[in-house]
């Protein structure tokens, strides 16, 4: 074992050892802040509550991070602290493990991806000390939860601060150059994600590229049809477009499953399948969604809102 490696293992004990009993459900519980469900219901609630260009964005941040953690995962193909040190290093998750490789930690990568791109944008004192807390503090609960070195959690956040920093530098010049038409704009995202698709085809690159994808489309979808929606409204009413939309979501990614387990059978995790699949579920956030709350009275068109004349370059992909 390299001197690097013990002198992490030696740190990961020695922290392991002073945690108290009250602690172990806590660390699961910021932990439980970095998984997917936790970035679904945040980014839900701006998406068709509060701030959708900011939602976007992040959620743009959030899926590249995902796509390039598997990418990076499979590259570097290191093992994690409880596989190397089995008899010394508490796996302290319900299941009692974790899958895959360890570099660089997901958890902490898309922390730092999503927050960081959240707290660039909305540019607030308290919500980026709030952002960074939350970054630190989910990387560290998978060093005391045993799961990953603290070189895993350190590559996670440099690479996550990366992509934020890509997000909010790049991302807006990129989609202020895209043609007017909104069929062109539609090849051009089929194109990049086929080709970041054809760079690394796993099922699960599939998923963030696929989510990606859709959600792009429907923005395209929506301006074209209902003119996008107004994510504002009385609280209420955003509540209860919150709710309906996650349950409807999960509906949607349910039968979404079983259709194609019924027509594919085992081929539906094919990594091809999966895309269209997430690709289908991303679809249904930015356009389905939308479009049931608008037939429903629980949202408006931003077509009926009057706003004062705007740059027509495009802002919400």
Do not use: C
């Not at 077509?303 to 992909?317: A, C, H, N, Q, Y």
């Amino acid at each position: 074992m390299p001197d690097w490696i013990h002198w992490q293992i030696e740190g990961i004990v020695a922290l392991q050892a002073l945690q108290p009993p009250w602690a172990l459900p806590l660390w699961r519980a910021i932990t439980g802040l970095g998984e997917e469900q936790a970035f679904l219901l945040i980014l839900a609630a701006l998406l068709w509550g509060y701030r959708k260009r900011e939602a976007l964005y992040a959620a743009t941040a959030l899926l590249l991070g995902a796509y390039l953690t598997f990418v990076l995962k499979d590259l570097f193909a290191m093992p994690r602290p409880f596989q190397v040190a089995p008899d010394r290093v508490q796996v302290w998750l319900p299941g009692g493990e974790a899958l895959g490789y360890g570099l660089p930690s997901g958890h902490a990568l898309n922390a730092a991806a999503m927050w960081g791109t959240l707290a660039g944008m909305i540019r607030s004192g308290p919500f980026t000390f709030f952002a960074v807390l939350l970054i630190l503090l989910v990387g560290l609960s998978r060093i005391v939860l045993g799961v990953h070195f603290p070189h895993d959690v350190v590559a996670g956040w440099a690479v996550g601060a990366l992509v934020a920093l890509a997000t909010l530098r790049l991302f807006p010049g990129l989609v202020r150059r895209l043609p007017h038409s909104a069929l062109s704009k539609a090849t051009l995202a089929a194109g990049a994600v086929l080709a970041l698709f054809l760079l690394h085809p796993t099922r699960e690159t599939a998923v963030p590229l696929g989510a990606w994808l859709g959600m792009a489309w429907g923005v395209l979808v929506e301006s074209q049809t209902s003119g996008g929606l107004d994510p504002g409204g009385a609280w209420m009413q955003r509540g209860i477009r919150l709710a309906l939309g996650l349950v409807s979501l999960g509906a949607v990614y349910v039968l979404l499953g079983m259709a194609f387990t019924g027509l594919f059978g085992e081929a539906a995790g094919m990594p091809g399948l999966r895309l269209f699949r997430y690709l289908l579920v991303g679809l249904y956030v930015t356009a389905g969604a939308p479009l049931l709350f608008l037939r429903l009275g629980l949202a408006r068109s931003q077509r009926t809102i009057e706003v004062p004349p705007t740059d027509p370059s495009p802002r919400d992909l």
